[in-house]
């Protein structure tokens, strides 16, 4: 069974500049959630999505925005880049919304701004 | 809103050695508590969760933790370190009405000594 598959894996992007991470959850699972990690702030969720929807949001500004797809995928924006949102980018599924269920989590994305 | 606190940003243990890391969580409501860890350039593993069973959890990886309400902790153990154990570990809190949003700690940067 194929894991939590985000892409790409690696990003450089300049000041201002938009960027689309992608992430493809295992086969089943319905739950989509992001979180950005950096060293300074460690783990933080941006945003979960189930069917489609988005069922919870972290404290992040509205350039940071999602959606997620009828096939589960799931994709986040981030709009106006600047460079503190360089970070890995996380993706975890789960096969329902239940918050003892185990989440899954993908390589991440390492999105460089300069 | 529920936190977590991990003391230590950094444990040294020698091989063959006791790892013991440390996690206290604050939430109103009773919790679901996980611990991942995380190698280098690598997205989360989950190494074990308490979900309102056994106080006691075992892992994978021969990893346990032991939910103590009293004292609102979950510590980490591993009866002996091996070189393969060296990683960062996260843990991390989630409850009811959350839907899918972990909470994390700041992590621990566990390294084994030869």
């Known amino acids: 069974k194929a894991g939590v598959t985000q892409t790409p894996r690696y990003l450089i992007k300049t000041r201002g500049q938009q960027v689309t991470l992608s992430c493809s959850p295992i086969?089943?699972?319905?739950?989509v959630s992001w979180y950005q990690q950096t060293p300074g702030q460690g783990l933080q969720f941006l945003f979960e999505?189930?069917?489609?929807?988005?069922?919870n949001k972290g404290n992040f500004p509205g350039r940071f925005s999602g959606r997620q797809f009828s096939n589960s995928r799931s994709e986040m924006n981030v709009s106006t880049l600047e460079l503190g949102d360089s970070a890995l980018y996380l993706c975890?599924?789960?096969?329902?919304?239940?918050?003892?269920?185990?989440?899954?989590f993908g390589q991440g994305t390492r999105l460089t701004v300069v | 809103a529920q936190s977590v606190t991990q003391l230590g940003s950094h444990v040294s243990v020698s091989e063959g050695a006791l790892v013991l890391l440390r996690c206290n969580y604050s939430?109103?409501?009773?919790?679901?508590l996980f611990w991942y860890v995380q190698y280098p350039n690598q997205g989360l593993q989950l190494l074990l969760k308490?979900?309102?069973?056994?106080?006691l959890v075992k892992g994978i990886n021969g990893f346990e933790a032991e939910f103590k309400k009293s004292e609102t902790s979950f510590h980490l153990t591993k009866p002996s370190a091996h070189m393969s154990d060296a990683a960062e570990y996260f843990c991390?809190?989630?409850?009811?009405?959350?839907?899918?949003?972990?909470?994390f700690g700041s992590g621990t940067q566990l390294t084994v000594l030869p």
């Open positions: 086969s089943g699972h319905r739950s």
């Open positions: 975890a599924s789960s096969w329902n919304q239940n918050p003892n269920t185990e989440a899954f």
């Open positions: 999505y189930f069917s489609e929807t988005q069922r």
């Open positions: 939430s109103s409501v009773p919790p679901y």
């Open positions: 308490y979900t309102s069973a056994a106080t």
């Open positions: 991390a809190v989630s409850v009811a009405g959350s839907a899918r949003q972990l909470t």
